[in-house]
């Protein structure tokens, strides 16, 4: 086993760990705010570090930028969803009639 395949093997366990345990909050926890907060983390943590396992894994070359792209773009694009549904949320429970 090379370091390389090390490195990649410890950073899939994290975001494996990562993606898991946002699973099991979803799975758990009431409401739909704190569900879609413990979701956060999936997007966050779990993807990136999955795609940064995959490039390291890879090797130097596109394949590895093309991956590290997409984590990049999992990283930025994550928050400004689960954000964006967060405010339509609380916008819907707001104008919903009791």
């Known amino acids: 086993m090379t370091g390389r395949h090390a490195a990649a093997l410890v ?4 975001g494996s760990a990562a993606l898991l345990l946002a699973g099991a909050a979803f799975a758990r926890l009431p409401g739909r705010l704190l569900r879609l907060h413990a979701l956060a983390v999936a997007s966050t943590l779990g993807g990136p570090l999955t795609a940064v396992a995959v490039a390291v894994d890879t090797g130097p070359g596109r394949a590895a930028l093309k991956l590290l792209l997409i984590g990049a773009l999992v990283l930025a694009a994550g928050p400004v969803t ?12 707001r104008e919903r009639p009791r």
Do not use: D, K, N
């Open 11 to 14: 950073l899939l366990s994290a």
């Open 82 to 93: 689960t954000m964006a549904v967060g405010r339509l949320t609380v916008r819907q429970e």
